[in-house]
């Protein structure tokens, strides 16, 4: 019996993904996907939070990043990996690398975050300043990288897109009745791998992606079907990008049954929400999920509703200028 | 060959804590043990984090409540369980109860907080108010159980130390050269049971207890090798016991190698140190092992550690306190 072609056969699919597994998991564990009764009444659905904030890293990301290294080749594993971020991504290629005995570069721009530098050297990468704002800093990287013939690793490629789907495959296999599961959007990996594993099992789960009002380029570009780049002043660093990723358009265009923008005071109205009633820290794109829902309330009235807690990197400062601000009902944003 | 005769006929084995893993594991996954850079730097060590706050419930006990719930007789199931808490030995129940169809009732005293009355019936457990405090609820709680022919669980039951010595196993196994585990004791579950389990395996690793300086009396009666009661004024509800349990008190001074007393002040200091360096919440007793590691940093000196984080249930409005508060150099305390 002849194989299905794949229906364009440069996209990614559920076997891609399915592949992935082993290599994720020789190194971490599947995540829990709890019901919160709270956040279920808030909503008025039945609520459940994918805990992706229990990875090493704190983010859903490392899954991506272990498939990668995973699967460089010999060559590839001796010159090293190139990276231009103290984010998630940056911190997840960090993990993978150290775990597979790989040397890991992140160039950053001066005056970059001190903890995040921090928190990548302390996972043995090492931090090269250079330039005054990311965008320079990947620029040389990428330069870098090309003169000493070590590859530089952007934020959506395939591997780490089908390293990612490994949560949402775990989602599935935990409630095989979810009927819309919820995610964060930053370059539009999690968003991608979400949708092609639940869109290949069941159709009928829709998925919907959100961004930050305060940084809609990825939703807007999705909106529009062509790239629109937009102003970048939210608060939740894990959804500010400023120019969309062709890769992640094509499939979000083809997959995504909607994709909404939240404001920043919904989000961290949300992030105090989560802590409220789930008692875990989430960064604000981990919480972006939870203000798309309460915004959705009425769509999603009875249904089975997995939000995906993206990642937990927020810092003290940025915790404890929630505590500080007078509280208002931004919750309903 | 005949099998080696345990050395005290009541007292529990590495063996019970076995037999317990299945029970446990069929409705909770292992939670993950992590080494964290910040606070290694910090303590001058290897630090681990054992994550129970990961679990359903936000706490270790559940795993007893699944041990203990498993093996019900058909009469106990029917005419279900009764206990005195709405901290998390009575979440468990209830947790555990819900998971096995088995009716859960627990009393509490009138005015008890209703953040946590509300995370009991989210639960579905039967929720009673009772007299003026804990110990009158407790009592007539106790004489409910009787009239009705139910089991009353109290918070140190051989069972429910069973089960939450998987945790301890799962430490062994993820570092077997662990050199310390600290455990924070409240009735002394967890205590025992990581003492039993690791002195079973290696008795070279050291097991040591933290109470609050403002909670003493399980610590002092242990001290002292007999029951003494202490004034009760800790924040960490978890560390907060009046009187000691003869069962874990035996198995404590027969394993336990120290046992110290830190101040709230320091306890406090370790919630936003944890949230910092890893981006977990920590209810207060789940804090007291950094606390003490904090304080015992010299003897620990590079040594590899793992810190249980035996919960996480903070509320909103403990968290909004500690950040409230001037800062001081309280983590010294």
Tied chains: 1, 2.
Excluded at 55 to 70: I, Q, S, T
Excluded at 293 to 311: D, E, H, P, Y
Aim: proline share 5%; charged share 20%; with cysteine.
């Amino acid at each position: 019996m002849a194989e299905a072609e794949p229906e364009r056969g440069s996209m990614s699919s559920l076997r891609d993904v399915i592949a992935a597994r082993p290599r994720v998991y020789r190194y971490l564990k599947p995540t829990p996907l709890y019901q919160y009764s709270g956040l279920s009444t808030l909503i008025g659905a039945k609520v459940w939070v994918k805990h992706e904030n229990h990875l090493p890293v704190g983010a859903f990301k490392v899954r991506g990043g272990l498939n990668l290294v995973a699967q460089l080749s010999a060559a590839e594993r001796g010159s090293g990996l190139y990276t231009a971020s103290t984010g998630n991504h940056g911190q997840s290629i960090a993990y993978a690398a150290r775990a597979h005995g790989v040397h890991a570069t992140s160039a950053v721009p001066q005056g970059a975050n001190p903890g995040k530098v921090a928190a990548m050297r302390g996972l043995g990468a090492e931090v090269v300043f250079h330039g005054e704002d990311f965008d320079r800093a990947r620029v040389w990287v990428t330069q870098l990288a090309a003169d000493r013939g070590g590859r530089y690793v952007g934020p959506t490629e395939e591997q780490l897109i089908h390293g990612v789907g490994t949560y949402a495959l775990e989602i599935i296999e935990d409630l095989p009745q979810v009927d819309v599961i919820i995610v964060p959007v930053g370059g539009g990996s999690g968003a991608c791998a979400t949708a092609i594993v639940a869109k290949s099992i069941n159709p009928r789960i829709q998925v919907i992606g959100v961004q930050s009002a305060q940084a809609p380029a990825i939703q807007m570009s999705w909106a529009a079907g062509k790239a629109v780049s937009a102003d970048m002043k939210t608060i939740a660093e894990g959804l500010a990008t400023r120019v969309p990723f062709e890769n992640t358009q094509r499939i979000m265009r083809k997959y995504l049954d909607d994709f909404v923008l939240v404001e920043d005071a919904a989000i961290e109205a949300a992030i105090l929400l989560l802590l409220e009633h789930t008692h875990n820290l989430a960064e604000g794109a981990g919480a972006a999920s939870l203000a798309a829902a309460i915004m959705l309330s009425r769509k999603l009235a009875g249904k089975n509703v997995a939000l995906v807690l993206s990642g937990g990197n927020l810092s003290l400062d940025q915790l404890r200028r929630l505590f500080e601000r007078p509280r208002t009902p931004a919750a309903q944003g």
